[in-house]
């Protein structure tokens, strides 16, 4: 398990004076990426070997988000690898050990020269200490979109929304979908499944449909080709 300590900035938080949602999908990747970089196999290693870990989901569920100020311990681990497969999870708390959210993902190892998925060698494997799987209630990873999907808003996808793999970050994808949210939607529940990666320049479209307590939104190019589709499910202030 890899640990990563850190505290809440004031430029991760909202209006609420919490840490943003994005932020904590935020926290989840810096991570696994400081992991890599520590165990051999980061950035330079897969630039130079032509491959790219990519993200396909997530599950996250959040008890609580933490405000500006609060000292956070963030840890990462791998739960195992099958074929072009490789499951992670994430959990972040607080200095003392209070449990503020946690994180199934699956990532898929590829080949950046021609997009197609490759399974990773022995040795690229073994880097990784593998460690049992967070009790967390199993779900598919892929999203059903309800009908009735009305627009909410249109986006162009900048130079700031692109990573190191010129595709737009995972988080953005959140980041843009929390424009979806109504007014005292407090997120406990996260699912994100990435279908299509956004470059620069391309016209975005963010989609939303209500059901009772979960809201899906979908990012989609202008002929409807779906980006990611993001479900978030709250429960109701009273």
């Known amino acids: 398990m890899y640990k990563l300590k850190s505290r809440v900035r004031y430029s991760e938080c909202?209006?609420?004076?919490?840490?943003?949602?994005a932020?904590?999908?935020?926290?989840?990747?810096?991570?696994?990426?400081e992991n890599s970089e520590q165990l051999g196999v980061g950035f330079d290693y897969l630039k130079e070997k032509n491959r790219a870990w990519i993200l396909n989901s997530w599950q996250v569920s959040i008890r609580r988000r933490p405000q500006v100020g609060e000292a956070l311990t963030v840890s990462t681990?791998?739960?195992?690898?099958?074929?072009?497969?490789g499951p992670r999870d994430f959990c972040l708390k607080t200095a003392d050990g209070e449990e503020l959210a946690c994180a199934h993902s699956l990532w898929v190892y590829v080949d950046t020269k021609n997009g197609r998925p490759v399974k990773p060698t022995e040795a690229e494997i073994d880097v990784y200490e593998v460690e049992e799987p967070l009790p967390?209630?199993?779900?598919?990873?892929?999203?059903?979109?309800?009908?009735g999907l009305q627009v909410v808003d249109t986006f162009t996808v900048h130079k700031y929304h692109i990573d190191t793999n010129n595709h737009m970050n995972n988080a953005k994808y959140i980041e843009l979908a929390c424009e979806a949210l109504?007014?005292?939607?407090?997120?406990?529940g996260l699912r994100v499944e990435y279908k299509k990666a956004a470059v620069y320049g391309e016209t975005m479209i963010l989609k939303r449909a209500m059901q009772e307590n979960v809201l899906t939104a979908v990012l989609c190019d202008e002929q409807d080709n779906v980006y990611a589709i993001v479900e978030a499910t709250s429960y109701k202030k009273e």
């Open 14 to 21: 909202g209006t609420d004076n919490k840490l943003k949602i």
């Open 23 to 33: 932020a904590i999908i935020n926290y989840f990747q810096d991570c696994t990426t």
């Open 77 to 85: 681990w791998a739960t195992g690898f099958k074929g072009v497969f």
């Open 136 to 147: 967390m209630e199993s779900v598919s990873r892929k999203i059903q979109t309800p009908e």
């Open 182 to 188: 109504p007014e005292n939607f407090s997120v406990t």
